[in-house]
């Protein structure tokens, strides 16, 4: 009877590509591609904190102006 009896699991000759044989050379091109992605992105991270900075800085200088012209009509 093949009511109780359950199923064999099915084998798969599977091999990941991580452990594939492949050329060093790929893997050194795919790391100096990477170095340079990382190279950039910290470059533009440091100029938008600069922008964001100013705009906060020109924002509170307005706000004073702002403040104090309204003392000086009072």
Do not use: C
């Not at 991580?18 to 990477?34: A, F, G, P, V």
């Not at 100029?47 to 706000?63: P, Q, R, T, Y």
């Amino acid at each position: 009877m093949n009511l109780f009896q359950q199923r064999k699991n099915k084998r798969f000759s599977y091999t990941p590509r991580h452990l594939r044989d492949s050329d060093s050379s790929l893997d050194d091109n795919i790391k100096s591609q990477w170095e340079t992605v990382r190279s950039r992105g910290k470059k533009g991270s440091k100029s938008s904190n600069k922008l964001i900075l100013l705009l906060i800085v020109l924002g509170m200088i307005i706000a004073v102006w702002l403040i104090l012209n309204h003392y000086e009509i009072s």
